[in-house]
Every structure is written in C-alpha cells, then in structure tokens.
C-alpha cells in the first residue's frame, strides 16, 4: 500500500510538470501570434484568477510584506491594495519576461531603462568579474535580459527544479537572450563555475533574499534570520565587485535597471568575521530597496524562517483580525 502511494505521489509530482512545461511551451509559441492588448488581458484576468484561487501564497505574501511596511500595512484596504500589487506586478514580469525570448536587443534596452551603469562599467574594468546582488523584487528576472542585450557576459544562480526536463527548458530560455545558467547544486561544482566566470570577468547574478539557511545570522525587517554565506565569501576570496542591481516598474509599468555604488567590503583579516560583517551588510541593501519597494517584492519563502519577534507576533493577530 505504501509503495502504491509513493508511486501515485511521484506521478502526480511528474504530472505536474509536464503540465507546466507544456502550458509554457504553448504560451511562449503563440505569443507572437496574438495582438499585445489580448494578451495583456488575459495576463490581468489570469492574475484576479489566482489571487482569488491561491489564498495561502496571498496570505504568506501579506505577512511578509507586513514586516517590510509595518504602520502603514495596518488597515485591510490598505493591505489588500499593496498585496494586490504585489501579486500584479509578479504577472506583469512573467509576461515580460516571456516577451523578451522573441524582442530584438534593441527592444529590450528600449523597454527597460538604465540608472548608474558607470558603476558596473567602473567595476567591470578591475578585470575580476561582478556580483550583482538582488532580490525577489521588481522584475528580477529582466537584469540579466537587460545587461545581456547590452553585451556584457552575464550568469545566474539559480536553484534547479527537481524535475530535470523542465528545468533545461527554463534553461533554454535564459540561453536565448543570453544568459548564462549555474546550477546552484552540487555546490562544489557552482563555485568552480562561478569562480570561472568571475575570472573571465563576467557578470554573476545573486538573488539574496533567501533568508533560509546559513551560518551567518543578520538583521532583516526586524528579525533575525540565517543568511547565505556564499555572496560575502565569493566577494572577499575573489576580489570581484559587488553591486546591489534591481529591476523596478514605475506607475506607468516602465522597467529601469538600477545599478547601485560598489558596496565597500569589511575587511579585517579574519575571514569568518568579515563574512558575517559582509552578510548583514549585503542584507541592509536588501532591505533598503524592499522597504522603498514594498509592493514589488515577492518572494514568498522568507516568513516561515528564522526566529519571530513577541512585537511581530502581536502585529500578525493584529493584521488577521482585520481592522
């Protein structure tokens, strides 16, 4: 019996997938068939659909945004606006994204707007690689798109699906606009390429915001939680700069890649404390743009982990009691 319902469950698992794989597949064929306002409507009826259907991500994407707007998330119009927001502008991206497999590069720089690439033409020139430091925020996934469509050599770290097909389909599509994809796993293989890629003097993209495992504990949003090691140990071991880079939308959904000022490393020789300096330093960057950007932030992971505050505590039966 146990073994009929292990073998039901990874069917249905495998069953899931392909019907990802396949609706993605059909999606990005017909897109350059189909006029943009259709599309754009489908996109919006779409998300009302799953704002409505998958109340557990909208309830998860509240609470995190709670801690990243505090006082001002208190009323229910208030929170359902922003979390409406939230929710639209993770479509939007999707959308986006998707466009971009078949926009020329000059589409795409057209599309999306560029603030301080003197610094990462200023980093570029050292000649030991950037880390681009970023965030489930804004449109994330067009950073690379953008800087690839410029020319500049660009990789991510990605953590893989289990399911290996559908994740060499994903991987087919960064490699269209010209990104490169790294395995987050097996990590001794992730930092051979990365290191590699840093040498060549390319550009690696971080999404940091995983706040999940690590041994290196930081402030964020008024909580601690186990951050990464691997941003901090990569900059202060290879001496590549590291730029805290976001795509963000306006009111008009224009795009802009904001490429920040190097962030100056702590460094006092011993590597264990520079690295934990050097993590909550990252994590402050982090946390300065999600708090001027609460409404573009989704990722949905970071709530269930690291240790809640009594004042978040009150503040979460404060928020459910809907006043």
């Keep these: 019996m146990a073994r009929k319902q292990f073998l039901l469950g990874k069917f249905l698992y495998g069953l899931r997938y392909r019907m990802g794989e396949y609706c993605l597949r059909g999606f990005v064929a017909i897109l350059p068939w189909i006029p943009r306002r259709p599309v754009l409507l489908f996109t919006s009826a779409a998300s009302r659909l799953t704002f409505l259907i998958l109340w557990k991500y909208r309830r998860r994407m509240e609470e995190n945004l709670s801690m990243a707007m505090g006082e001002e998330f208190c009323t229910r119009e208030r929170r359902e606006a922003v979390v409406w927001r939230a929710w639209r502008n993770f479509a939007q991206g999707v959308y986006e994204t998707t466009c971009a497999v078949y926009d020329s590069k000059e589409d795409i720089c057209s599309a999306v707007a560029v603030e301080g690439e003197e610094h990462l033409r200023r980093a570029l020139e050292r000649g030991r690689g950037v880390i ?60 051979r390429q990365i290191l590699k890629a840093l040498r060549r003097n390319e550009v690696i993209l971080l999404i940091a915001d995983e706040f999940k495992s690590g041994g290196v504990e930081v402030e964020f949003l008024g909580r601690t939680a186990p951050a990464p090691r691997g941003p901090a140990t990569l900059a ?88």
Excluded at 155 to 184: C, W
Excluded at 249 to 275: F, N, S, Y
Excluded at 296 to 315: A, C
């Design 132 to 191: 681009a430091l970023s965030a489930h925020l804004g449109n994330f996934t067009m950073i690379g798109t953008r800087l690839a469509a410029a020319g500049y050599p660009f990789s991510v770290v990605v953590k893989q699906p289990k399911d290996e097909r559908f994740a060499r389909l994903i991987d087919h599509y960064r490699a269209v606009v010209g990104i490169q994809t790294i395995s987050a796993k097996p990590r001794r293989e992730a930092a």
């Design 236 to 323: 202060l071991r290879t001496g590549a700069a590291v730029l805290p880079t976001f795509v963000t939308r306006d009111h008009e959904d224009r795009l802009t890649l904001r490429i920040g000022e190097e962030v100056r490393l702590v460094k006092t020789g011993d590597l264990q404390q520079d690295v934990a300096a050097n993590a909550s330093l990252f994590a402050g960057h982090l946390e300065a743009m999600v708090r001027r950007y609460p409404d573009q932030w989704n990722w949905l992971g970071f709530h269930r982990n690291g240790r809640t505050p009594r004042s978040e505590i009150l503040l979460k039966l404060y928020l459910s009691s809907g006043y």
